[in-house]
């Protein structure tokens, strides 16, 4: 089993609608999770981290945790177009400095 | 702050050379990150520096991959000899190193070995 796994997509979305883009992962250790966007030939840049169980809302981007489903979500509110790209999940263990990456959920909002 | 520098930004080579990916990380930042992204693995953790001293290598595929860090602004990443199976995307990133701090990556070197 993969250490973070996430849907490979493409997830489509009309221009407007929410995109909710899932995480699972496999370790109970892993303390803080972080969403990076990767625009196509670009380096990935950070959107938000979250390490609390519940909601961290951050303009139109929320991040869902539930430890005990060992689940997390990237919710999108008004998606444009200038959103497609793809999302990556990531995770840091306690203890640990490294950030762990899933392979990635390609996001496409349609005009 | 110019951001994290990578170069060369494309290397193309030939199987059984040395190729060397050079970083340069932002100034002040103490821990630095090698990555490497294909379509098959994602972005896969090569090895990072904390304080310039290697913490963790256990992602170095193979004796063929080296890395160094002589100082706080500058590391290398090498492979020698290269194979076609190393052709993928190389990222450095650096950051603070505080817990939640974020990862600040660098362009990126496209690397394709025939």
């Known amino acids: 089993q993969k250490e973070v796994e996430q849907n490979s997509g493409p997830l489509s979305v009309p221009e407007g609608a929410i995109a909710s883009l899932n995480c699972t992962y496999s370790?109970?250790?892993?303390?803080?999770f972080f969403w990076y966007r990767q625009y196509s030939g670009k380096s990935p840049e950070l959107i938000m981290f979250?390490?609390?169980?519940g909601d961290k809302e951050d303009g139109r981007f929320t991040a869902q945790l539930n430890k005990a489903s060992q689940y997390v979500s990237l919710l999108i509110r008004d998606s444009q177009p200038s959103d497609s790209a793809t999302y990556l999940c990531?995770?840091?263990?306690?203890?640990?400095?490294?950030?762990?990456f899933g392979t990635g959920t390609r996001l496409l909002v349609s005009p | 702050d110019a951001g994290v520098i990578q170069s060369p930004r494309h290397e193309v080579t030939e199987m059984g050379q040395e190729v060397t990916l050079r970083c340069k990380p932002i100034?002040?930042?103490?821990?630095l990150f090698w990555y490497r992204q294909t379509m098959m693995r994602g972005l896969e953790l090569l090895i990072y520096?904390?304080?310039?001293?290697?913490?963790?290598d256990s992602g170095m595929p193979e004796d063929r991959f080296s890395a160094k860090m002589p100082n706080a602004s500058f590391s290398t990443l090498k492979i020698q000899p290269s194979e076609p199976r190393d052709s993928a995307v190389y990222f450095c990133?650096?950051?603070?190193?505080?817990?939640?701090?974020?990862?600040?990556f660098g362009s990126g070197t496209q690397l394709s070995v025939l």
């Open positions: 520096f904390n304080n310039n001293v290697p913490i963790d």
């Open positions: 979250i390490y609390s169980n």
């Open positions: 100034s002040g930042h103490n821990s």
């Open positions: 990531a995770l840091r263990r306690t203890g640990f400095q490294k950030l762990v």
């Open positions: 370790d109970r250790g892993s303390q803080s």
């Open positions: 990133a650096s950051s603070f190193g505080r817990e939640n701090e974020k990862l600040f």
